[in-house]
């Protein structure tokens, strides 16, 4: 199901992109990039619409997905 991010609370929406975020592990590119950064970029995704919150019933988990590879 997916999970419309403007009726969320700010501070929910937060904790979900920073909690996604830290599930992805250490960053092994050429250059770290700052958590602070990391969570501009994917709330910058999930407002403009290429990147949606999902509820998933069957793992009773969340998560963020890409929109085009969620809704293959």
């Not at 909690?19 to 910058?44: F, H, M, N, W």
Request: proline letters at 4%; aromatic letters at 6%.
């Amino acid at each position: 199901m997916i999970i419309p991010w403007q009726e969320l609370e700010p501070a929910t929406l937060d904790n979900i992109i920073e909690s996604v975020i830290l599930r992805e592990g250490t960053d092994y590119g050429a250059e770290e990039i700052p958590l602070a950064r990391k969570k501009e970029q994917l709330l910058e995704k999930i407002r403009n619409g290429s990147a949606v919150i999902v509820w998933s019933e069957l793992h009773e988990s969340i998560d963020i997905k890409d929109k085009m590879g969620f809704l293959k």
